[in-house]
């Protein structure tokens, strides 16, 4: 059924939606009375009414305002703060459709290298709540808490339900307003649970002290996962790039195999090390002088959420048979894959769930060279 907008969508005016399908950002997307709308906290086959706050594009944003149509996935959101907060996209459904929803995201992307719904392998946490390790808050003068990239505001969440429980009476003691003292103006501060021992810092760089995934029993999810894609792949010489310390191949090298990791902040202690920041016009060059660029068979990669278009350069100058990439941004992802989609075919997919309750997760593909035809 279509419905028409009762005024014209024009920034702060009210409309009816009827969502369609989720985003990959996790916003229900509503097609009615012409115009493209997203809208956050809105599930399939929604309607109601929503406020437009911005349009960009051919294409409108809004905020839900009432529904008139529940879904019969919907239920009460676990936190309290879920209605305001841009932390948690999917808390208002169950874990088993925040699953799918995220599952046909990355199929959207992925299907047109050959990839279908069934050959996904979905990797579901052990558990929904309780699990990070680390929280970025920001504050501005006495508040503190996210930042609402809509109002600008920060949004108090003293009672946030994706944080370890190891972290809350820090988070706790924010909330007693006790760090304004020495805080003024504004800035940010990160919680961050590292071998048992909490800590707080105060307008550092994110993960000043080392990067590492936020969910650990995620991670070693992940780490095993790599681990069986790189015996399946029968590496005997590895190159990992975006590598940090080796946390994907680290299991790998414990058992004897081959490596060498590439990362502008990686741990000079570790051998077969090249600190090289490989978004640089001339890390690859660099690479080749330094350690050569022959003999590895296997490439893993798991850069930031930008991607590595720089791939299909490094993957003809090394001449790997695999390539196994891991990655948090399925649009980069893409884009990067497209790139070797001709001499290489996709052999496995996986979708790790390393942010429940978010709209993000890990995406971990193996790719192995075509033969060559005769």
């Known amino acids: 059924m279509k419905r028409r907008n009762r005024v014209t969508p024009?920034?702060?005016?009210?409309?009816?939606?009827?969502?369609?399908?989720?985003?990959?950002?996790?916003?229900?997307?509503?097609?009615?009375?012409?115009s493209v709308t997203f809208i956050a906290a809105t599930l399939p086959g929604e309607t109601g009414t929503a406020r437009v706050y911005k349009r960009a594009k051919g294409v409108q944003f809004a905020r839900l305002v009432q529904l008139e149509q529940h879904a019969e996935?919907?239920?009460?959101?676990?936190?309290?703060?879920?209605?305001?907060?841009?932390?948690?996209?999917?808390l208002h459904t169950d874990y088993d459709s925040e699953l799918g929803y995220k599952k046909a995201a990355l199929v959207r992307y992925l299907g047109p290298l050959?990839?279908?719904d069934e050959s996904v392998e979905v990797v579901p946490a052990p558990h929904r709540l309780d699990y990070r390790n680390r929280v970025q808050l920001h504050y501005r003068h006495?508040?503190?808490?996210?930042?609402?990239a809509v109002s600008n505001d920060v949004l108090p969440i003293p009672d946030c339900k994706i944080v370890r429980p190891e972290l809350r009476p820090v988070l706790d003691q924010l909330y007693q307003g006790g760090w304004t003292q020495s805080h003024a103006g504004h800035g940010h501060c990160e919680l961050y649970l590292k071998s048992g021992e909490v800590s707080i810092c105060w307008d550092e760089a994110y993960a000043h002290g080392g990067f590492s995934q936020v969910f650990e029993a995620m991670n070693q999810q992940l780490q095993a996962r790599v681990q069986d894609r790189l015996?399946?792949?029968?590496?005997s010489r590895l190159l990992d790039l975006f590598s940090g310390s080796g946390?994907?191949?680290?299991?790998?090298?414990?058992?004897?195999?081959?490596?060498?990791?590439?990362d502008r902040?990686?741990?000079?202690?570790?051998?077969?090390?090249?600190q090289i920041d490989l978004y640089d016009d001339q890390a690859l060059a660099?690479?080749?002088?330094?350690?050569?660029?022959?003999?590895?068979?296997?490439?893993?990669?798991?850069?930031?959420?930008r991607g590595f278009p720089a791939l299909n350069s490094w993957v003809n100058r090394i001449k790997p048979r695999h390539v196994l990439y891991v990655s948090c941004n399925p649009a980069s992802l893409t884009r990067d894959l497209r790139s070797l989609s001709r001499r290489f075919r996709i052999k496995s997919v996986h979708l790790l769930d390393l942010f429940p309750a978010t709209a993000h997760f890990e995406t971990m593909v193996l790719l192995e060279m075509r033969q060559a035809r005769t």
């Open 10 to 34: 024009a920034k702060g005016r009210v409309i009816e939606f009827e969502i369609d399908h989720i985003d990959p950002l996790g916003q229900g997307v509503s097609k009615a009375g012409g």
């Open 73 to 90: 996935n919907r239920t009460e959101p676990y936190c309290p703060h879920f209605d305001k907060c841009p932390g948690c996209q999917f």
């Open 114 to 116: 050959g990839v279908a």
């Open 142 to 148: 006495k508040y503190i808490g996210m930042l609402d």
């Open 231 to 235: 015996a399946e792949a029968g590496t």
């Open 247 to 262: 946390n994907l191949s680290d299991a790998y090298a414990l058992a004897g195999g081959e490596r060498t990791l590439v």
């Open 265 to 274: 902040y990686v741990d000079a202690v570790t051998t077969n090390v090249q």
């Open 286 to 305: 660099f690479f080749t002088r330094r350690a050569g660029a022959t003999g590895f068979d296997t490439l893993l990669l798991d850069p930031p959420r």
